[in-house]
RNA sequence: GACUCCGUAGCUCAGUUGGAUAGAGCAGCCGCCUUCUAAGCGGCAGGUCGCAGGUUCGAAUCCUGCCGGGGUCGCCA
C-alpha cells in the first residue's frame, strides 16, 4: 500500500542478490538508504540512495556509487511495474513507475475506503499518551489547550497507524496547591452560607468559579463543617473542589472533542487500595542500587538564599544521562513531585505500556531527562519514554497581542476561545505547527473565511469534493455513482498532469502517516492536507479556463466516472485526515 | 554559570529524520468569475538558511565554538 516501502523491499531484495554474489559485505544493513519522493517531479516518482550510502562498503568491487546505482537500477528496470529507472547525480536512482500502478493505489484506496492509510498493527506493544494533566485549580487557558490538541491527536494519529493507544490524564491532586485550593473553596462555602467574606485574602484563588464548590459544600454538609478547625473540613472542602474542578476541566475538553479513557489521581498513589506505591517504587530503585542518602552542590547562578547543606534521598538518575543526581524526599519528610511522578510512571511501565509519551509545556523542560532516566531505571530498558514538549501560545486579534494577567483576573480562558472561534479553528491551528514552535494565534484571522485561514482552505478542498460528487448525481445515473462502479473504471483514463499530481500526493498519504506517527508529529499531517487541498484547488481552477479537463464531462462519461473515482478518494483522505486532527470536514461551506 | 528549545524571504512558518537548483502563506505588483462554490487560481519580485570552523560523495539538517532570543535550574506542581 505504502510504494515507498514497497519499493524499499523490492531494492533491498536486489541488494541482496548482489552480497549473494559476494560484492558487498553479507553484514549490509539493509535498513540504511530510504526510498522518498523526489523534489523535483522531473526526477520520476521515487528516488533511492542506496548506491550512494553503501558507497564505502562497494569500494572493493564497484569503482563508484554511479556503478552500482546503474545495477541497481539495471535490475529495477526489470520489474514490471517500472517505466524506467535511471542513474542520476552522485548515484540517486530515479524509478519512472507504470501509469498502471498508480491507478491501483487509487482502486486500492477505493477498496479500503476509510481504512485507506491505516497502519498494519504494530508488535511494538501498548502506548501510553499522557496529555493535559492541568492542575485541578482553575480553568484551563490556552496553553494548556495547545498540550490537549496536540496529545489528542498525537493519540488519534498513533491509533490511526495501528498503535494500540491508552489516553490518559495525571491529575496533581496532591500537593500544597489543592490544599489552597481547598481553603479557597471554604471561603466560599462561607460565602455561600450566607457569609459577607469580602475580597479574597492573598494567596487564595480569587475566581468566581470557585462559587458553585462552596454551594455544592453547602448543600452537602449544611453548616456542618462552619465552626471547626481546617483539619476537620479540609478533606470534604478538597474533595468537593478537585471534583468540581475536574468536570470543569472534562467540559471545556469536551468542548475540543477530547476526552480521556483514563484520569490518575496522585494521590491515589499513597492513599489508594494497593498502599504506598511511591514508597514501593523508592524500594524497587532502591534495590538495583540507584538510591543513596548523599548531598547535593548548591545551584549555580541566581544564589539561592534558604540553601541548606544536608544530605537527602537522591535517585542516582546521572547513571542514565542526567546531571546530577535528584531528591525523592522533602526537608519536611515528604515525597517530592518527582517521587510521585516515578510512582505514577511504574504503574504505567507496570500496566503493560512499553512506550510512554508525556507531553509538557516547555517550562518542564528541565524535568525530561530525570524522568526519562527514571523510565529506564524503573522498565530496565523496556520501556521508553518521548517526552513532547508544547511552546507557548501568544493569542493575537488581528495583529495585535491580547493582553493576559492572571493578577487582574481578566486573563482568556481556553474555554473562552473555543466559544469564540469554534473547535475546528482552535485544533487545526493548534496543529499547524512544530509542537516545539512558538505559536501564535490570531482570534481574527482563524474565523476568516478565506485561503489565509488554514483550516477553511483545507475544509472547503473536502467541499468542494462533496460538491462535484453531489453534482454527479444531477446528470449520471445511479448505478454508475456505487464504489464498485468507480472501482472498475478505466483509471487509466486519468493523464493530465494535475490529475497525476492528486494521484501522486494520495500514494503519499500512507507513508506521510507513517512518517508523522513514528516522529510523534501531527503537524506533518496538517501541512500534508493543507498541500493537497491545494492540489485540488488549483486543478479546480485550471477547469475554469479548460472545460475538458472538469470533473463531470457530459460527452466522456467513462472518463467521468474515473475522475470521480479520484475526487472520492480525495475527499476520503481529506476527510480521514482531518479526522485524525480532530477536525471536522463539512460536505459543503454555506 | 549549567542544561534545553529556537534563529530559514519584510512578516508568520514548512523543509519528507543527511539528498539533487531551499519551499508555502501573508504583505507588494500584474492577471483570471456566462459554465462542478472566485470562501478559489496563475504569474512577477523577494535568501550569505544567525556567524565561523569541522565530519563526507553531499549539510538548513549531524559535531564543536561563538552571537542573539525563550524556558528551566535541591525541598512548587
Given at each position: 500500500?505504502?510504494?515507498?516501502?514497497?519499493?524499499h523491499?523490492?531494492i533491498?531484495?536486489?541488494?541482496?542478490?548482489?552480497?549473494?554474489?559476494?560484492?558487498?559485505?553479507?553484514?549490509?544493513d539493509?535498513n540504511?538508504?530510504?526510498?522518498?519522493?523526489?523534489r523535483?517531479?522531473?526526477?520520476?516518482?521515487?528516488?533511492a540512495?542506496?548506491?550512494?550510502v553503501?558507497?564505502?562498503?562497494?569500494k572493493a568491487s564497484f569503482?563508484?556509487p554511479?556503478q552500482l546505482?546503474?545495477?541497481?537500477a539495471?535490475?529495477?528496470?526489470?520489474d514490471?511495474?517500472?517505466?524506467?529507472?535511471?542513474?542520476?547525480g552522485?548515484?540517486?536512482i530515479?524509478i519512472?513507475?507504470?501509469?498502471?500502478?498508480?491507478?491501483?493505489?487509487l482502486r486500492?484506496?477505493?477498496?479500503?475506503?476509510?481504512?485507506?492509510?491505516?497502519?498494519?498493527?504494530k508488535?511494538?506493544g501498548k502506548v501510553?499518551v499522557e496529555?493535559?494533566?492541568?492542575?485541578?485549580t482553575?480553568p484551563?487557558h490556552?496553553?494548556?489547550?495547545r498540550?490537549a490538541?496536540?496529545?489528542?491527536?498525537?493519540?488519534?494519529?498513533?491509533?490511526f497507524?495501528g498503535a494500540d493507544v491508552?489516553r490518559e490524564?495525571?491529575?496533581n491532586?496532591?500537593?500544597?496547591q489543592?490544599?489552597?485550593?481547598?481553603?479557597?473553596?471554604?471561603?466560599?462555602?462561607?460565602?455561600?452560607?450566607?457569609?459577607?467574606?469580602?475580597?479574597?485574602p492573598?494567596g487564595?484563588?480569587?475566581?468566581?468559579?470557585?462559587?458553585?464548590v462552596?454551594a455544592?459544600?453547602?448543600a452537602?454538609f449544611?453548616?456542618s463543617?462552619l465552626?471547626r478547625?481546617?483539619?476537620?473540613?479540609?478533606e470534604?472542602?478538597?474533595?468537593?473542589?478537585?471534583e468540581?474542578m475536574?468536570?470543569?476541566?472534562r467540559?471545556d475538553?469536551?468542548?475540543?472533542?477530547?476526552?480521556h479513557?483514563?484520569?490518575?489521581?496522585?494521590?491515589?498513589?499513597?492513599r489508594?487500595?494497593?498502599?504506598?506505591?511511591?514508597a514501593a517504587?523508592?524500594?524497587?530503585?532502591?534495590?538495583?542500587?540507584?538510591v543513596?542518602?548523599?548531598?547535593l552542590p548548591?545551584?549555580k547562578?541566581?544564589?539561592?538564599?534558604?540553601?541548606?547543606?544536608r544530605?537527602?534521598?537522591l535517585?542516582?538518575?546521572?547513571?542514565?544521562?542526567?546531571?546530577v543526581?535528584?531528591p525523592?524526599?522533602?526537608?519536611?519528610?515528604?515525597?517530592?513531585y518527582?517521587?510521585?511522578d516515578?510512582?505514577?510512571?511504574?504503574?504505567?511501565?507496570?500496566?503493560?505500556f512499553?512506550?510512554?509519551?508525556d507531553?509538557?509545556g516547555a517550562?518542564h523542560?528541565?524535568?525530561?531527562?530525570?524522568?526519562?532516566?527514571?523510565?529506564e531505571?524503573?522498565?530496565?530498558g523496556?520501556?521508553?519514554l518521548?517526552?513532547?514538549?508544547?511552546q507557548?501560545?501568544?493569542?493575537?486579534r488581528?495583529?495585535e497581542?491580547?493582553?493576559?494577567?492572571?493578577?487582574?483576573?481578566?486573563?482568556?480562558?481556553l474555554?473562552?476561545?473555543?466559544d469564540?472561534?469554534?473547535?475546528d479553528?482552535v485544533r487545526?491551528?493548534?496543529?499547524?505547527?512544530?509542537n516545539?514552535?512558538?505559536?501564535?494565534f490570531?482570534?481574527?484571522?482563524?474565523i476568516?473565511?478565506?485561503k489565509?485561514?488554514?483550516?477553511?482552505?483545507v475544509q472547503y478542498?473536502?467541499a468542494?469534493?462533496?460538491?462535484?460528487?453531489?453534482?454527479?448525481?444531477?446528470?449520471i445515473p445511479?448505478h454508475?455513482?456505487?464504489t464498485?462502479?468507480f472501482e472498475?473504471a478505466?483509471?487509466?483514463?486519468l493523464?493530465?498532469?494535475?490529475?497525476?499530481?492528486?494521484?501522486?500526493?494520495?500514494?503519499?498519504f500512507p507513508?506521510?502517516?507513517e512518517a508523522a506517527a513514528g516522529?510523534?508529529?501531527?503537524?506533518?499531517?496538517?501541512?500534508?492536507l493543507?498541500?493537497?487541498?491545494s492540489?485540488?484547488?488549483?486543478?479546480?481552477?485550471?477547469?475554469k479556463?479548460q472545460?475538458q479537463l472538469?470533473?463531470?464531462?457530459?460527452?466522456?462519461?467513462?472518463?467521468?466516472i474515473?475522475?470521480l473515482a479520484?475526487?472520492k478518494?480525495?475527499a476520503?483522505?481529506?476527510?480521514a485526515?482531518?479526522?485524525?486532527?480532530?477536525?471536522?470536514?463539512p460536505d459543503?461551506?454555506?
Amino acid at each position: 500500500m505504502n510504494i515507498y516501502a514497497d519499493f524499499h523491499h523490492r531494492i533491498a531484495a536486489i541488494l541482496e542478490t548482489i552480497v549473494a554474489s559476494g560484492r558487498l559485505p553479507a553484514e549490509l544493513d539493509l535498513n540504511r538508504f530510504v526510498v522518498e519522493p523526489p523534489r523535483d517531479p522531473s526526477h520520476g516518482d521515487l528516488a533511492a540512495n542506496a548506491a550512494m550510502v553503501y558507497a564505502k562498503e562497494a569500494k572493493a568491487s564497484f569503482s563508484n556509487p554511479r556503478q552500482l546505482a546503474s545495477e541497481i537500477a539495471f535490475a529495477l528496470a526489470e520489474d514490471q511495474d517500472v517505466a524506467s529507472a535511471e542513474v542520476a547525480g552522485p548515484g540517486f536512482i530515479n524509478i519512472l513507475l507504470k501509469p498502471e500502478v498508480f491507478g491501483r493505489i487509487l482502486r486500492r484506496a477505493l477498496e479500503l475506503g476509510a481504512d485507506f492509510g491505516k497502519g498494519a498493527a504494530k508488535a511494538a506493544g501498548k502506548v501510553n499518551v499522557e496529555y493535559v494533566s492541568a492542575n485541578p485549580t482553575g480553568p484551563m487557558h490556552v496553553g494548556h489547550g495547545r498540550g490537549a490538541v496536540f496529545g489528542d491527536a498525537l493519540a488519534n494519529l498513533l491509533e490511526f497507524s495501528g498503535a494500540d493507544v491508552t489516553r490518559e490524564y495525571y491529575i496533581n491532586d496532591a500537593g500544597a496547591q489543592v490544599d489552597v485550593l481547598a481553603r479557597s473553596a471554604h471561603l466560599r462555602y462561607r460565602e455561600a452560607l450566607g457569609e459577607a467574606i469580602g475580597d479574597i485574602p492573598e494567596g487564595l484563588y480569587p475566581g468566581d468559579y470557585l462559587k458553585s464548590v462552596g454551594a455544592t459544600l453547602a448543600a452537602r454538609f449544611g453548616d456542618s463543617l462552619l465552626e471547626r478547625p481546617e483539619t476537620e473540613w479540609i478533606e470534604q472542602a478538597r474533595a468537593a473542589a478537585i471534583e468540581g474542578m475536574m468536570a470543569m476541566i472534562r467540559d471545556d475538553l469536551a468542548a475540543l472533542d477530547i476526552t480521556h479513557a483514563i484520569f490518575f489521581s496522585e494521590r491515589s498513589l499513597t492513599r489508594g487500595e494497593a498502599g504506598d506505591q511511591v514508597a514501593a517504587a523508592i524500594a524497587a530503585l532502591r534495590a538495583d542500587g540507584l538510591v543513596y542518602e548523599g548531598r547535593l552542590p548548591p545551584p549555580k547562578g541566581q544564589p539561592a538564599e534558604d540553601w541548606e547543606d544536608r544530605e537527602q534521598t537522591l535517585f542516582r538518575s546521572t547513571a542514565f544521562g542526567d546531571d546530577v543526581d535528584r531528591p525523592l524526599l522533602k526537608s519536611d519528610g515528604g515525597y517530592t513531585y518527582f517521587a510521585s511522578d516515578i510512582a505514577y510512571h511504574k504503574t504505567k511501565i507496570d500496566r503493560g505500556f512499553a512506550l510512554l509519551i508525556d507531553v509538557w509545556g516547555a517550562d518542564h523542560g528541565g524535568y525530561v531527562s530525570r524522568m526519562r532516566a527514571a523510565v529506564e531505571a524503573l522498565s530496565h530498558g523496556r520501556a521508553s519514554l518521548d517526552v513532547k514538549l508544547c511552546q507557548l501560545v501568544k493569542l493575537m486579534r488581528a495583529g495585535e497581542p491580547v493582553k493576559m494577567s492572571k493578577r487582574s483576573g481578566d486573563f482568556v480562558t481556553l474555554r473562552e476561545v473555543v466559544d469564540e472561534v469554534g473547535r475546528d479553528a482552535v485544533r487545526f491551528m493548534m496543529l499547524f505547527r512544530k509542537n516545539d514552535a512558538p505559536l501564535e494565534f490570531d482570534l481574527a484571522k482563524v474565523i476568516e473565511q478565506s485561503k489565509d485561514n488554514p483550516v477553511f482552505y483545507v475544509q472547503y478542498a473536502h467541499a468542494r469534493a462533496r460538491s462535484v460528487l453531489r453534482q454527479a448525481h444531477v446528470s449520471i445515473p445511479e448505478h454508475r455513482l456505487t464504489t464498485a462502479a468507480f472501482e472498475e473504471a478505466d483509471l487509466g483514463l486519468l493523464v493530465d498532469p494535475g490529475e497525476l499530481h492528486l494521484i501522486k500526493l494520495v500514494a503519499q498519504f500512507p507513508r506521510v502517516i507513517e512518517a508523522a506517527a513514528g516522529a510523534h508529529e501531527p503537524h506533518r499531517l496538517a501541512f500534508y492536507l493543507h498541500e493537497l487541498a491545494s492540489a485540488l484547488h488549483g486543478h479546480w481552477t485550471r477547469g475554469k479556463d479548460q472545460p475538458q479537463l472538469r470533473f463531470l464531462n457530459e460527452e466522456m462519461p467513462n472518463l467521468t466516472i474515473a475522475r470521480l473515482a479520484l475526487v472520492k478518494v480525495l475527499a476520503g483522505v481529506l476527510s480521514a485526515g482531518l479526522g485524525v486532527l480532530g477536525v471536522s470536514a463539512p460536505d459543503e461551506m454555506r
